[in-house]
Structure formats: C-alpha cells, structure tokens
T-cell receptor, first 114, second 112 residues
Framework: KAGVTQTPRYLIKTRGQQVTLSCSPI?????VSWYQQTPGQGLQFLFEYFSETQRNKGNFPGRFSGRQFSNSRSEMNVSTLELGDSALYLC?????????????FGPGTRLTVL | GENVEQHPSTLSVQEGDSAVIKCTYS??????FPWYKQELGKGPQLIID?????GEKKDQRIAVTLNKTAKHFSLHITETQPEDSAVYFCAASRNTGNQFYFGTGTSLTVIP
C-alpha cells in the first residue's frame, strides 16, 4: 500500500507570495490533517479535513487555509507569506470517522521563505 | 487547550541500555496517546500508542505506561540499538477527531 505523498518536497518563496501544498492520503483514508513543524514550536496542528469538510482547526491565522477534494486529496494554501512561515509542513491521513486513531504521516514539504 | 510537556529534550545512552522518555498532559479529556519516531528527512512514524482505558502496553523492546490520575505517560525502550537513534515525540488527543497535541521532542542518541 502506498504511503502518504506530499508535493512538492521542497519550496522556496519570497515574502508576500502565496503557496499551495498538496497531500495524497493512503488509499481509503478519508481524514487528512496538516501540521507545521519548526525547531522552536515543534509540531503544531493546523487543521483536519474529513469528507471534504473541515472538522478541526488549530490556532493559526486566516492566511492558512485548506481544502479536501472528493478523492480525499488535500491542499493547503498560505497567502502573504512571512519569514516565520518557513517550516516543514506535514500531512497525515487516517481512517477515522470519529475519534482519535493512528495517523500516518507523509515526508513533508520543506518551505523556505526568503 | 491541551498542553503536552516532554522530557528530556536530549538523551544519550550506551547501546544495550534502556531509555525512558516522559510526557505530561493537562487535559483530562485526552484519551489517546501515541508515540512517534522521526528520522532525519522523514515524517513521524508511529511506534506505539495507548488509550486511557489501558495502563501499559508493550511491543517487543518498546513499552508505554500511562498514569491517568497523574496525567503522565512514558516511553520505555530496552536493549537500545544504534538504529533507535532519532527524535521521539509524544502526543495526546481527545476522542473528537484527529487533532493531536505534540510534545517538543526528545533527541535520542544510542552510542555503539
């Protein structure tokens, strides 16, 4: 079974630009969560989508948004990039309908904002 | 919201020794506690998890214990090997979706 895939793996942008990251979950998984990982803040939850609906949202500004398509693939978008947005963005998928269960993480997209 | 604290931040052990990493959580409603291992350049990988109705769980050289009253849980790795060297994260979650709160990570180095 193929794992969670994320594209692109690396991205360099400049301040003020916007970026879109993509995540393809494991086949059959309908829940997709996004996390931001930085050395200072660790792993922080951005949002979770289940069946094309945002089910949970973390404490991030509105510049961070996401969506999920009918095939469960998900995208996250960051508008008006700031230097502090430089991070590893991780996507995780799971089978869960309700309740916390095992999440499978992708390798992440390394975003650098110059 | 939930706050997960993890100690120590770095840990060095000799090959064959045991390693223990401890986490505390603040939200008594949290009921799922996974542990993840992250190697350089990779995403976190689940190594063991425990639910609040269980006090201890073991999988070969890895075990996790949970004390709900004290709100802390620990990861125990016995007979450590160099390939155990990685960053380990604990996490906590409620039964309301897949929003995980992670600890700050422990960088484990196993010295051959």
């Amino acid at each position: 079974k193929a794992g969670v895939t994320q594209t692109p793996r690396y991205l360099i942008k400049t301040r003020g630009q916007q970026v879109t990251l993509s995540c393809s979950p494991i086949s059959g998984h309908r829940s997709v969560s996004w996390y931001q990982q930085t050395p200072g803040q660790g792993l922080q939850f951005l949002f979770e989508y289940f069946s094309e609906t945002q089910r949970n949202k973390g404490n991030f500004p509105g510049r961070f948004s996401g969506r999920q398509f009918s095939n469960s693939r998900s995208e996250m978008n960051v508008s008006t990039l700031e230097l502090g947005d430089s991070a590893l963005y991780l996507c995780a998928s799971s089978l869960a309908r309700l309740g916390a269960v095992e999440q499978f993480f992708g390798p992440g997209t390394r975003l650098t904002v110059l | 919201g939930e706050n997960v604290e993890q100690h120590p931040s770095t840990l060095s052990v000799q090959e064959g020794d045991s390693a223990v990493i401890k986490c505390t959580y603040s939200d008594s409603a949290s009921n799922y506690f996974p542990w993840y291992k992250q190697e350089l350049g990779k995403g976190p990988q689940l190594i063991i998890d425990i639910r609040s109705n269980v006090g201890e769980k073991k999988d070969q050289r890895i075990a996790v214990t949970l004390n709900k009253t004290a709100k802390h849980f620990s990861l125990h790795i016995t007979e450590t090997q160099p390939e155990d060297s990685a960053v380990y994260f604990c996490a906590a979650s409620r039964n309301t979706g897949n929003q995980f709160y992670f600890g700050t990570g422990t960088s484990l180095t196993v010295i051959p």
